[in-house]
């Protein structure tokens, strides 16, 4: 399951003073609050949840839409993205919450599988180690993304998901809040997949990712579990690519093992793969100019926590310094793009159309669109340098 609109991390829905309190009246909006009913009572929502849940929230908030807007993992380059996520102060008390959380991720390690370093890497990401919850509420945050269309797909099973979580009495409507998306607790869970992975680990009937550390720790190490993690492979490695490199092999479209990379002279830029089985794709988040990663079906359950190469980089790195291993080798290139913001959407639109996914036509060029391109370029036999060029534009706009 994809999880979708994910997130700021809590900490900046925290602090943006001017989050817009409930309040004020707006007919139109109270409207379709109500018309919401309907559908809720069809999922076997109560009336009463309903009203309690609804209760008070009569105004859109537009601190949720502005934020919506601004996703520091999808707005910022990989690089940008890494220098606020993975910070000195995070990496220190990641490695003083692996001292004293120890036993805890020893236990969660056996019974799920899933290494304690990404475990807090996703905690100190998501909310600065449940210092940074998210003070927004969590009802008026969804229904204002159901309001305003555009991610209204979204917003919909959400509300229905938090109305169940409301209604189980775990949560209060008073302390039911979260982030601007309705992200929720210390690793901020949206509401389906707290109905879906939540687990009780400390066995007090409460599924609390709110209170209960552990409980919101077992439910990611349970959600990465289910999404495809494995003990048996790291989330990937920074590499070093042989000089004579095919680049067409870039992409999650060309998998291959450790041992069929290592044949063609692939390498990490430290040590050695460890003897580790598993296959593997290459992805360059800001380019060939930049850091490459191989990266394993890991990196994928990451992914699936928040659909950003961004996000599941700044995981992987931040559990590595975590785990005492030094910072990225290569050095992250400066984007200067010569195409325009029009012309860049243009561009990945236009590479869709082509049958090459760039992961969204956004105008950002991420990992996704630097495959799509060399894709695209090895398809009309070009030179693979994978820079997108107002001269590639042009050969893109030709039909066939």
Same mark, same amino acid.
Do not use: C
């Given at each position: 399951m994809k999880r979708e609109f994910l997130v700021l991390s809590a900490a900046a829905a925290l602090t943006m003073a001017w989050c817009a309190p409930a309040g004020a009246y707006d007919a139109g909006f109270r409207k379709f609050v109500e018309g919401l009913w309907p559908v809720v009572a069809q999922a076997k929502i109560k009336r009463q949840t309903f009203e309690r849940?609804?209760?008070?929230?009569? @105004?859109p908030d537009p601190a949720v839409l502005k934020l919506a807007d601004n996703q520091p993992e999808f707005t910022s380059t990989t690089s940008q993205?890494?220098? %606020?996520?993975? $910070?000195?102060?995070?990496? @220190?008390?990641? %490695?003083a919450m692996l001292r004293e959380k120890a036993a805890l991720l020893d236990a969660l390690e056996k019974?799920?599988?899933?290494?304690?370093?990404?475990?807090? &890497?996703? /905690?100190?990401? @998501? +909310?600065?180690?449940?210092k940074d919850k998210g003070s927004m509420?969590?009802?008026?945050?969804?229904?204002?993304?159901?309001?305003?269309?555009?991610? +209204?797909n979204y917003a919909r099973p959400q509300i229905i998901a938090a109305l169940r979580i409301l209604q189980s009495g775990v949560v209060t409507p008073q +302390?039911? $809040?979260? +982030? /601007?998306?309705?992200?929720?607790?210390?690793?901020?869970?949206? =509401?389906?997949?707290?109905?879906?992975?939540?687990?009780?680990?400390?066995?007090?009937?409460?599924r609390d990712i709110w209170g209960s550390e552990a409980d919101a720790l077992a439910s990611t190490a349970n959600y990465l579990a289910k999404s495809g993690w494995s003990p048996s492979r790291p989330w990937g490695w920074e590499i070093a690519l042989p000089q004579d490199f095919d680049r067409s092999l870039i992409g999650r479209a060309?998998?291959?093992?450790?041992?069929? /990379? %290592?044949?063609?002279?692939?390498?990490?830029?430290?040590?050695?793969?460890?003897?580790?089985?598993a296959k593997a794709f290459i992805i360059v =988040?800001?380019?060939?100019?930049?850091?490459?990663?191989l990266v394993?079906?890991?990196?994928?359950?990451?992914?699936?926590?928040?659909?950003?190469?961004?996000? &599941?980089?700044?995981?992987?790195?931040?559990?590595?310094?975590?785990?005492?291993?030094? =910072?990225?080798?290569?050095? /992250? =290139?400066?984007q200067a793009i010569e195409l325009s913001f029009a012309e860049r959407v243009e561009m990945q639109k236009r590479l869709i159309g082509h049958g090459f996914p760039t992961g969204g036509t956004d105008g950002r060029f991420g990992a996704r669109t630097y495959e799509a391109i060399l894709a695209f370029q090895k398809k009309r036999r070009l030179a693979l340098d994978g820079v997108p060029t107002r001269a590639l534009l042009v050969e893109l706009r030709k039909g066939g």
């Open positions: 849940g609804f209760a008070g929230v009569d @105004e993205y890494l220098l %606020k996520a993975v $910070t000195p102060a995070r990496i @220190e008390t990641g %490695k019974r799920y599988g899933v290494d304690r370093h990404i475990l807090l &890497a996703i /905690w100190g990401i @998501e +909310s600065n180690f449940g509420g969590v009802m008026r945050s969804l229904a204002t993304l159901a309001y305003h269309g555009a991610r +209204s +302390s039911f $809040t979260g +982030s /601007w998306a309705g992200a929720m607790g210390h690793t901020q869970f949206i =509401p389906t997949s707290y109905m879906a992975f939540a687990v009780d680990y400390t066995g007090d009937g409460v060309r998998p291959r093992s450790i041992a069929e /990379w %290592k044949k063609i002279g692939v390498r990490p830029v430290r040590g050695d793969f460890g003897g580790v089985e =988040p800001q380019g060939l100019d930049g850091p490459a990663f394993t079906q890991n990196f994928n359950a990451v992914m699936s926590y928040n659909d950003s190469h961004s996000y &599941a980089v700044a995981v992987g790195h931040l559990a590595d310094r975590i785990a005492g291993k030094g =910072p990225i080798v290569a050095p /992250w =290139p400066e």
